[in-house]
């Protein structure tokens, strides 16, 4: 019966109104005004005066406490406390000249609840009002002028539920309309904070790369000539000292370690040129998919696929995107090395900034990425991996930039990582050159 009287999300029902305010004081004066008027003697019409100012304070305590029967509870202990009020005010309940305090009940029906709703407490309230005829009609004969006059009563009650529910709709319309908009604001601003960060990483990677590329250069050359030195030492030292020659092996080893990852950092620091062409995706993450579980040792990971029907072919990089796609299957494995887990890889239609294009979702049941590494678990060796470099994801976020796309990580509510990429349909320009230039 009361599916359609639910607390409604105004401000009739926000904290601030629940404490006592100055309309209850109005109330409170109001019902002290009723209490001085006769029959200023009848105890009962006090108490039940009193009844009804509890009621009315209480109201949205018990709406907010019982969000589901609330509000028919409030109408209907009005009802009773009306009908008792009518019986102790008249000689006959049906002639009290207190009858306009049904209006009290049948405007809190109006407040909450539907029209149809609104209606049927209307109904109920006059049905009690009515009630007093059978004791009248008892002692007394029923006039059509009686009738006529009692009936419009009941008119007005309707008119006034009528009236007070409109209003009360609207302003329910309204704070739903508002409230839609600060969740739009909201979700927006959200948006735009993720588009700043991830601005402000391509930048940092940038200039990281920029420096650091030429850092890595300039080691380079004196790294040859190190290993080339070393080499000859080893063959010159063939026929001498032990100690000697087992020293010289480590330098050229050890430069040879050197020289591999200066190598890998010039991969990750050289500008990348994407180029675009329609790419059959979900074809693209099957064979990364074989191709990671085919050389993994760890324990088992099961994988999941949910791709979406009838996408087109997207415009990529295919053996850059090829490597971003190994390198986050690769890490997802890895968070799931020691106990195993599910790998969940989804592929959707999906628009930022009015932009359409493909999400391409990540999901592991590993241990996630704690929120102060977020951001920087995109840097370069940043790793927390015995034998990581730390350069994955660095090279996954520059081939994402490449693609005029975005990347970011979140938490699974449940525990594990999901990386969420997007590639937009249409690059807006040409490719970027993500890093710097370098002269290698
Ligand atoms: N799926 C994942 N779950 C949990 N942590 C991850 C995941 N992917 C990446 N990470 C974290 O990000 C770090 C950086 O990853 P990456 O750049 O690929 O370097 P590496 O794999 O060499 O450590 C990892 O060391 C790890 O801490
Ligand atoms: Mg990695």
Redesign the pocket.
């Known amino acids: 019966m009361d599916k359609s009287c639910v607390a409604p999300a105004s401000p009739i029902s926000d904290p601030e109104s629940r404490r006592f305010n100055r309309l209850d004081a109005v109330w409170l004066l109001f019902l002290a005004g009723l209490a001085a008027l006769p029959p200023r003697w009848e105890l009962h019409k006090q108490f039940i005066l009193l009844a009804i100012g509890a009621v009315q304070l209480l109201e949205s305590w018990l709406i907010s406490r019982f969000p589901k029967r609330g509000v028919s509870y409030v109408v209907l202990l009005k009802i009773l406390l009306a009908t008792l009020l009518i019986d102790h005010t008249g000689e006959v309940g049906i002639n009290s000249s207190y009858w306009p305090i049904y209006f009290l009940p049948v405007v809190t029906a109006a407040i909450y609840c539907g029209p149809w709703m609104t209606l049927l407490w209307t109904l109920l309230s006059s049905a009690f009002y009515c009630a007093y005829l059978y004791p009248a009609m008892l002692e007394y004969e029923l006039t059509t002028d009686a009738l006529s006059y009692l009936a419009l009563r009941i008119m007005f009650f309707f008119l006034a539920a009528m009236i007070v529910n409109r209003f009360a709709e609207q302003s329910r319309h309204q704070t739903a309309l508002y409230r839609e908009l600060a969740e739009r604001l909201a979700e927006t601003n959200r948006r735009l904070e993720q588009a700043q960060a991830e601005a402000r990483r391509s930048e940092r990677l940038a200039a990281l790369g920029q420096l650091s590329a030429g850092l890595a250069h300039e080691i380079r050359n004196p790294l040859g000539v190190i290993k080339g030195s070393a080499e000859m030492l080893t063959q010159k030292l063939q026929h001498s000292d032990e100690l000697a020659r087992e020293l010289a092996g480590y330098i050229s080893t050890e430069v040879n370690r050197l020289s591999a990852l200066v190598t890998e950092f010039l991969d990750f620091a050289r500008p990348l040129h994407a180029e675009l062409h329609p790419t059959d995706l979900t074809a693209l993450l099957d064979r990364v998919l074989k191709t990671v579980s085919d050389r993994w040792t760890g324990k088992p990971v099961a994988v999941e696929r949910a791709y979406a029907n009838n996408l087109p072919p997207i415009p990529m990089d295919e053996s850059l995107c090829e490597q971003a796609f190994l ?1 986050l299957v690769q ?2 494995y ?2 799931m090395e020691v106990n195993g887990g599910a790998l969940r890889v989804e592929v959707q239609r999906a628009t930022r900034n009015e932009h359409g294009g493909t999400e391409v979702r990540f999901s ?1 049941t ?4 704690p929120e102060e590494l977020r951001e920087e ?1 995109f840097n370069p060796f ?4 015995k034998s ?7 090279i996954v976020s520059k081939i994402v930039d490449g693609h005029h796309g975005s990347i970011h990580v979140d938490n699974r509510p449940q525990g594990g ?1 999901v990386f969420t990429l997007f590639f937009p349909f249409e690059s807006a320009s040409e490719p970027r050159p993500v890093l710097a230039t370098t002269s290698d």
């Open positions: 390198n890490n997802a890895e968070a592991d590993g241990p996630g990425v678990i940043v790793t927390t991996k990581g470099v730390g350069l994955g994801l660095s990582a």
